[in-house]
C-alpha cells in the first residue's frame, strides 16, 4: 500500500537512525572501507527515500535497507576488482546476500564490534574517534556532534573526513584483534564511551551543565559492547559506572537549570530501574579502573541520605584506583572523601599537597573543593577567594555562576555547603 511521501520519509529517517551502525558495519565486512560503507549505507537510504512513498514501507524496513547496501557494495566490488579475486581476500560468497532477517544474528554483532574497534583504533587521535564513533556508532548527524561539542559543522566534518581517510591510509583491517592487541584496543574503545558520557554529564563549556543526549549515545555504546564483549570484566565495569551516573540526571539540575550538588540531591527521584541495571552489571566486573569507579558509584546509590554514605569505603576505593591509574584528579576526589570519613582539615592536608601538579593549574575543580573544605573549617575569607578563582577557571556558564553564588555564600551568616568533588 502506497504511503505519503511526508510519512514514507519520516520512516526512513527513523529506521536509518536505529540501522544505521548495523547496516555500516556489514557493508564494511564487504568493502574494507568504513568511509565508502558509509557512503553505501547513505545510497540505500536514498533508495528508500525513492522508492518507499510508491512501493510502501516494507515488513523490514530494517533489512531491506541492509540488503540494498549490500548489493552496492557487492556491484561496487565487482566493478572494481574481478570477482574471483575479491572472493579470494574475502574468503566468503559474495553473491550470498543476507535474507530480509539475518539467519544468523551473532555474525552481524561481530561486524559491529569490528566497526566499534575501527573506528576506535589508535592510529585516531581521541577526538577523531569520538567524532566518528558518534557519527557511525551513534547515528548522530555532522551538526547534532558540533553541536554537542560547542565545535563548528565543518571542523567536525573535517575530523571525520581525516579519520576515515587516515582508517584508509593506515589499511586498518575490519577486525576484532586479539591478545594484548585487543586489551590495548579495547581500552580505546572504552575511553571513547567514557568521554562521550563525561561531556554529557558535565559539560566542559557552555550554557548548559547537561548534554542528556550525549550521556544516552554513551551508555547504549556501553550496553552494545557488553553484549557483544560478555567476557571482558571492564567492559561491565564501564557499563556498570554509566548506569549509576546516568541514574541520578533527573536530579543533578534544578528547573532553572542549575547544577544541584549531591549532597542536596532528591534521592528519591534517582531512577531505581537504572541502579538496580548497575548493580546487575557490577556484579560481572572485575577489579580494573571502570569496575572500581563503579564500586564508588554504587557506594552512593546504597545511601538513602546523603549522610549515610559509607566515605571511609569510598576513601578506599580512590586509593585502589590511584593505584591502578595513577592521576592528580583521582587524589583530588580521594581528598573529598578522607575529608567526610576524618574531617575538613584532613582533607585539606591532602588537597594542599596537590596544589603545585601542572595538571591541575587550570582545573576549576581544586580551588572549589579547596573552598569547600576552607569553609567547613570556618575561614570564609580564604573560601571566598577559592571560590571565585575556580569560578574565574570554570568553562560551563551554569558551573560559573554557582561557584560565584557559593563565594558570596561563603562570607554570609550561613551554614557552610558540604564538599563534592565533582561539584553536583
Not at 243 to 254: C, I, K, L, P, Y
Request: charged fraction near 25%; glycine fraction near 6%; proline fraction near 6%.
Amino acid at each position: 500500500m502506497a504511503v505519503t511521501e511526508s510519512s514514507a520519509t519520516a520512516a526512513v529517517e527513523a529506521v536509518f537512525r536505529i540501522e544505521s551502525p548495523r547496516i555500516i558495519a556489514g557493508v564494511t565486512r564487504i568493502v574494507r572501507d568504513v568511509g565508502i560503507a558509509e557512503e553505501l549505507a547513505q545510497d540505500a537510504l536514498v533508495a528508500a527515500l525513492e522508492q518507499w512513498p510508491a512501493q510502501g514501507v516494507p515488513d523490514r524496513p530494517g533489512a531491506w535497507l541492509m540488503t540494498t547496501a549490500k548489493h552496492r557494495a557487492i556491484d561496487l566490488v565487482r566493478r572494481r576488482e574481478t570477482y574471483a579475486r575479491k572472493l579470494a581476500e574475502v574468503g566468503r560468497t559474495l553473491e550470498d546476500v543476507a535474507p530480509p532477517e539475518p539467519a544468523e544474528p551473532d555474525d552481524i554483532d561481530d561486524d559491529l564490534l569490528r566497526l566499534i574497534f575501527t573506528a576506535c583504533h589508535p592510529v585516531l587521535s581521541a577526538q577523531a574517534r569520538i567524532a566518528l564513533t558518534l557519527r557511525l556508532l551513534g547515528g548522530l548527524t555532522t551538526q547534532e556532534i558540533a553541536r554537542a561539542f560547542l565545535s563548528t559543522e565543518p571542523a567536525v566534518a573535517q575530523r571525520i573526513v581525516r579519520a576515515k581517510r587516515t582508517l584508509a591510509t593506515a589499511r586498518v583491517p575490519f577486525e576484532v584483534p586479539r591478545g594484548e592487541d585487543r586489551a590495548a584496543r579495547l581500552s580505546s574503545v572504552l575511553e571513547v564511551v567514557y568521554l562521550i558520557f563525561n561531556e554529557g554529564y558535565a559539560a566542559t563549556a557552555g550554557d548548559d551543565l547537561l548534554r542528556p543526549g550525549l550521556c544516552e549515545d554513551a551508555l547504549r555504546l556501553a550496553r552494545v559492547l557488553a553484549g557483544l564483549a560478555p567476557q571482558e570484566p571492564e567492559v561491565h565495569g564501564l557499563a556498570a559506572l554509566l548506569e549509576f551516573q546516568a541514574s541520578r540526571t533527573a536530579t543533578r539540575t534544578g528547573p532553572d537549570g542549575q547544577p544541584v550538588l549531591l549532597a542536596d540531591q532528591n534521592r528519591a527521584r534517582w531512577d531505581r530501574l537504572l541502579i538496580r541495571r548497575g548493580f546487575a552489571a557490577l556484579r560481572l566486573a572485575g577489579t580494573g579502573p571502570y569496575a572500581v569507579q563503579a564500586a564508588i558509584a554504587a557506594c552512593h546509590a546504597r545511601a538513602a541520605r546523603y549522610e549515610d554514605t559509607d566515605w571511609a569505603m569510598i576513601a578506599t576505593l580512590y586509593g585502589r584506583l590511584a593505584a591502578l591509574t595513577p592521576s592528580p584528579v583521582v587524589e583530588l576526589n580521594r581528598a573529598v572523601a578522607v575529608s567526610m570519613a576524618r574531617g575538613p582539615a584532613a582533607g585539606l592536608e591532602l588537597v594542599d599537597a596537590l596544589a603545585a601538579e601542572p595538571a591541575l593549574r587550570a582545573y576549576h575543580l581544586l580551588p572549589s573543593v579547596r573552598g569547600d573544605l576552607l569553609a567547613r573549617l570556618g575561614r570564609a575569607e580564604e573560601a571566598r577567594a577559592e571560590f571565585e578563582r575556580a569560578a574565574s577557571l570554570a568553562g560551563n556558564a551554569r558551573e560559573r555562576a554557582l561557584l560565584l553564588e557559593r563565594a558570596a555564600a561563603a562570607v554570609a551568616p550561613a551554614t557552610p555547603r558540604r564538599p563534592d568533588a565533582a561539584g553536583h
